[in-house]
């Protein structure tokens, strides 16, 4: 634990100097000297071969809570404000991270610093879950700066999604860690939303999602298998880098917002034709907010999963409550499940938190 405190410390100290754009020849020596100087070029450490799954432990009263900013920045500060609300009213502990305000483009800081808060978080003991601020795009940015081993040693919740359905890849597949594909801190917190955290990450039992609001069948039938996904622009562009998810007997969910029909095509056809779609248990549309455009010559979502969805002859169906919707459910990525396509039902076959 020391060591790794004094490490971060020390990348702290060099994301300080590396920001005045200068590091004189003594300051160089005196970091040299305990090997510092090569954490800025990246910090990812693997571990070897494929991890055995970890359920991080279940929130209970009185636990403290991080949110960091892995991503882009958030505009509006009143909602650090509101988020600290939602999780008081909990009755969990808040902590925001050092540099979840600052600004660098149009990121949360730098990508040492976006780093650094998180693996803080991960190595900070009193922590119990993190969930991030927002999504946007970063998060890719900063995983040469992760350390994997940590967070594989120091297992907790994490939650978000958006471009954080990078880091559910990259923790499941480098760390095995269970993550939670759910609310960020900005979001709006309906109750359904709010419901749904508390009975996935507090609660924690075999958790039950029905589709009050009506949803379309692409396949009937039962389907079990581990729950991979999030966002489906994120997922493709995983293709061909190291945190590519396996998605052999999955139930793929997947979600976006503000993409029509025919980029949903595209994306659907560059993972069909990398194979990522053959070996799948079963399919979850949620939501694709603003993503319909006007009927005219183009096809409707449904349309374009018909097309490259119900030929695959597993149990598929559109419309849960996941994604860039005031309702977001709280999904764990990678926990065992069944879904039941005919009555709009997924429901978890362990419990979700340990």
């Not at 600004?103 to 922590?127: C, E, I, K, N």
């Amino acid at each position: 634990m020391y060591c790794r405190n004094l490490l971060l410390n020390i990348s702290e100290k060099i994301i300080s100097i590396r920001n005045r754009s200068m590091m004189n020849r003594s300051e160089f020596l005196r970091l040299s000297s305990i090997g510092a100087v090569t954490l800025p070029v990246g910090l990812t450490k693997k571990t070897t071969g494929k991890p055995e799954l970890i359920k991080p432990k279940r929130l209970k009263t009185g636990d403290k809570i991080a949110f960091t900013a892995p991503a882009g920045l958030l505009h509006d500060h009143r909602d650090f404000r509101r988020m600290r609300e939602v999780m008081e009213s909990l009755g969990l502990e808040v902590v925001f991270g050092e540099f979840v305000r600052e600004r660098h483009g149009y990121f949360a800081g730098t990508d040492y610093q976006r780093a650094l808060d998180l693996m803080r978080f991960f190595d900070d003991d009193s922590v119990d879950a993190i969930v991030a601020v927002r999504g946007g795009w970063g998060c890719a940015r900063i995983l040469p700066h992760l350390d994997y081993n940590v967070i594989k040693t120091n297992p907790k919740i994490y939650c978000g999604f958006s471009d954080n359905t990078t880091l559910h890849m990259a923790f499941n597949k480098h760390c095995g860690l269970i993550t939670y594909h759910g609310p960020n801190g900005a979001s709006e917190w309906t109750d359904i939303t709010k419901s749904s955290f508390k009975k996935t990450l507090m609660d924690g039992e075999d958790v039950v999602y029905s589709s009050p609001k009506g949803f379309t069948v692409i396949n009937p039938g039962i389907a079990k298998g581990r729950l991979m996904g999030g966002n489906l622009t994120i997922l493709t562009t995983a293709l061909g880098t190291d945190y590519q998810p396996d998605l052999t007997d999955a139930i793929l969910f997947v979600e976006d917002i503000a993409e029509p029909p025919y980029k949903i095509d595209r994306m659907l056809t560059h993972l069909k034709r990398a194979k990522m779609l053959d070996n799948l248990r079963g399919f979850i549309f949620g939501q694709c907010t603003n993503c319909a455009e006007p009927r005219g010559a183009n096809f409707t979502i449904e349309e374009v999963l018909n097309d490259h969805i119900k030929p695959l002859g597993i149990p598929a169906m559109i419309g849960k409550d996941i994604g860039h919707d005031p309702d977001n459910l709280t999904i764990p990525v990678g926990l065992q499940a069944e879904l039941d396509s005919k009555t709009g039902t997924l429901r978890t076959l362990e419990s979700t938190v340990a």
